[in-house]
């Protein structure tokens, strides 16, 4: 596992390296924005933990340009700035993860070890199935262009039928994802909302999108009837 660390403070680097590589990881260590972007975009790195306050280009606009290039790479800020704003929009604009400083060294591995055991992320802010579209950010949902409104359990339903478009969902995964886990109410839950969906998003129009498959559950896709 290969860790890019993009830090100005060479004391706190030199520390966090150390710490890494007792733990078996590779770290390479840029000590400016424009440096650090260059490594980022020359190698393949399992995780960036990346500073804002940089000499020549700040950690956010580092950020923004790595995720320009759609680079799936978790990114950890990790920063002395600890407003609210700050953290937000750095999330906004694809960080996975925020740690203050001062902060315990321990505290910073296990978020590491979080942020690779789940892996690459589906991060397309918009996704697309047939003339159907979804967009994260705004959470409109267009077909045809025109748009469609939902309920915040029908968007986040959809979502998760087009995150995994061309996939069968049985109804207890779907509900694993979209209801919450103290969910033990009546299980037709599920076949209730599908049913909403497709009088939003299907009636009226071709191709359906929406499909049941009998006895298993529920998948979204154009093409053949399943
Ligand atoms: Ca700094």
């Given at each position: 596992?290969r860790?890019?660390?993009?830090?100005?403070?060479?004391?706190?680097s030199?520390?966090?390296k150390r710490?890494l590589?007792a733990?078996?990881?590779?770290?390479?260590?840029?000590k400016?924005g424009?440096s650090?972007l260059e490594l980022?975009?020359?190698y393949?790195?399992d995780?960036?933990?990346?500073d804002?306050?940089?000499?020549?280009?700040?950690g956010?606009?580092v950020?923004?340009r790595?995720r320009?290039?759609?680079s799936?790479v978790?990114v950890?800020?990790?920063?002395a700035?600890?407003s609210?704003?700050?953290?937000?929009?750095n999330?906004e604009?694809?960080?996975?993860?925020y740690l203050?400083k001062?902060f315990?060294f321990?505290?910073?591995?296990v978020?590491i070890?979080?942020?690779?055991?789940r892996?690459?992320?589906?991060?397309?802010s918009?996704i697309?199935?047939?003339?159907?579209e979804?967009d994260?950010?705004s959470?409109q949902?267009?077909?045809?262009?025109?748009r469609?409104?939902?309920t915040?359990?029908?968007?986040?339903?959809?979502?998760?039928?087009m995150?995994?478009?061309?996939r069968?969902?049985s109804r207890?995964m779907?509900?694993e994802?979209?209801?919450d886990?103290?969910?033990?109410?009546?299980t037709n839950i599920?076949?209730?909302?599908?049913?909403h969906l497709?009088?939003?998003v299907d009636?009226g129009?071709?191709p359906?999108l929406?499909?049941?498959?009998r006895g298993?559950g529920?998948t979204?896709?154009?093409g053949?009837?399943?």
């Amino acid at each position: 596992m290969r860790i890019l660390l993009i830090e100005d403070e060479v004391k706190l680097s030199a520390f966090i390296k150390r710490g890494l590589v007792a733990e078996r990881y590779a770290v390479d260590v840029a000590k400016d924005g424009r440096s650090g972007l260059e490594l980022a975009e020359t190698y393949q790195y399992d995780l960036i933990i990346l500073d804002l306050m940089l000499p020549g280009m700040d950690g956010s606009e580092v950020l923004r340009r790595v995720r320009k290039q759609n680079s799936s790479v978790p990114v950890l800020i990790l920063s002395a700035r600890d407003s609210l704003q700050d953290k937000v929009s750095n999330l906004e604009i694809g960080a996975d993860d925020y740690l203050t400083k001062p902060f315990a060294f321990a505290e910073l591995l296990v978020r590491i070890k979080a942020l690779m055991r789940r892996g690459p992320v589906n991060r397309a802010s918009t996704i697309r199935v047939s003339d159907l579209e979804l967009d994260r950010l705004s959470q409109q949902v267009k077909r045809a262009g025109h748009r469609i409104d939902l309920t915040s359990k029908e968007y986040a339903l959809l979502e998760y039928l087009m995150s995994n478009a061309g996939r069968v969902l049985s109804r207890n995964m779907i509900i694993e994802h979209v209801w919450d886990q103290s969910f033990d109410g009546i299980t037709n839950i599920v076949d209730v909302y599908i049913r909403h969906l497709r009088n939003k998003v299907d009636t009226g129009r071709e191709p359906k999108l929406l499909r049941t498959v009998r006895g298993v559950g529920y998948t979204i896709r154009e093409g053949a009837e399943a």
